[in-house]
């Protein structure tokens, strides 16, 4: 089992940790409603430093990333990133990942449950590609969210991060030897930014965030701030049985950018109409949050299943995402959940369950 660079630290704090794909990671501090609150109403921060990077380069590695992912790269340019799903040739999906554009090469920032997968993938669809991949090792990855997150990391990298669009990056210097980056994000519909860098610990980063009141997050409250943001993550709420128009952000699919692995099916999807199911959002009446695979009916009628659930803290309800099938649901309708035996009401929402400030 991984140590996380950073564990003296989380031990520090309290950290209840639990193994993750390979990693020891922190779940939780003390509280969780109160991880959650600071995040929506301050500032929090989460290691992700147990996230893989791996390097393209070569002078086809832009059309041959292209070719397998559903984003259009050919329209990023050095300091953009994009996030991406990959597919299958049926449009089901295999992965997701972080792109992120340099000069002279690529890095994908993947989640590390996934990274031996699509490393595969990769692997065979380079046949004569000039292409190159190479990983970068343990590198340092903490993300800053919240309304309030804009001043202690403009603070720590040194430079004003202000100016940055989304999902933009810019590159500081850690120290004489490692260079960072840091890039804006929104991944719980507030404002929020990565800093990573490969090789360093970003340990004195993460003490200056501390002292500047920064409060610190488990992957336990990071899973409730996602689902209050009605984000789909992969082996959750998409996978190898989902198609990915039933499941992808809007912002993961480009529907301009021509052929890559999967597009036909996206393609007749979009343009004829048939996707029958869809990620929804629930209100669960209660207290006992529904699981994945947990199955909705709608009287005797089974319409789908569950893919992810939680009491959310910010909304004060029981909330979850399904995959229903669209033709036998409506905002009308009152569902059920099967919970161990327990039917737990339920009706669709619109997602994000939360806005917030982003």
């Known amino acids: 089992m991984q140590e996380l660079r950073l564990q003296p630290y989380h031990d520090l704090r309290g950290a209840i940790f639990r193994p993750e794909a390979g990693w020891s990671i922190p779940a939780g501090y003390s509280s969780l409603d109160a991880e959650v609150r600071a995040v929506r109403t301050r500032a929090g921060m989460i290691d992700l430093s147990d996230r893989a990077k791996i390097e393209l380069t070569g002078s086809e590695r832009v059309p041959f990333l292209d070719g397998l992912v559903t ?32 000069a002279d090469s690529l890095v994908l920032d993947i989640d590390p449950a996934q990274k031996d997968s699509i490393l595969r993938l990769l692997e065979k669809a380079r046949v004569s590609d ?152 629930l209100r669960v009446e209660g207290d006992l949050p529904p699981v994945r695979g947990d199955r909705v009916s709608k009287g005797a009628r089974d319409v789908g299943f569950v893919t992810s659930g939680a009491w959310s803290p910010t909304i004060g309800w029981v909330i979850a995402m399904a995959l229903l099938r669209l033709d036998d649901v409506s905002a009308k309708d009152t569902l059920f959940i099967n ?7 339920a009706r669709t929402v619109a997602v994000p369950f939360v806005r917030g400030t982003a």
């Open 71 to 102: 984003t259009d790269l050919k329209i990023i340019g050095p300091g953009m990133s994009t996030y991406a799903l990959l597919l299958n040739e049926k449009s089901r999906v295999l992965g997701d990942l972080r792109v992120y554009a340099f």
């Open 130 to 281: 000039d292409v190159e991949f190479r990983d970068l090792g343990l590198c340092g990855h903490i993300e800053v969210h919240g309304p309030s997150s804009e001043e202690p990391v403009a603070a720590v990298v040194g430079t004003d991060v202000r100016s940055l669009t989304d999902n933009a990056f810019l590159a500081f210097s850690v120290d004489r030897h490692h260079e960072g980056r840091a890039v804006r994000l929104r991944t719980f519909r507030e404002d929020g930014y990565a800093i990573w860098s490969a090789g360093a610990s970003l340990a004195e980063l993460w003490e200056a965030l501390v002292r500047r009141d920064v409060t610190p997050i488990g992957r336990d409250a990071a899973e409730v701030l996602r689902i209050e943001a009605g984000v789909p993550r992969f082996g959750a709420d998409m996978g190898e049985d989902t198609l990915a128009l039933e499941v992808a952000p809007e912002s993961a699919i480009s529907y301009t950018k021509g052929c890559y692995l999967g597009q036909e099916i996206v393609a007749r999807g979009t343009y004829v109409g048939q996707v029958r199911r869809k990620l929804v959002g």
């Open 339 to 345: 919970r161990g035996g327990w039917d737990l009401r």
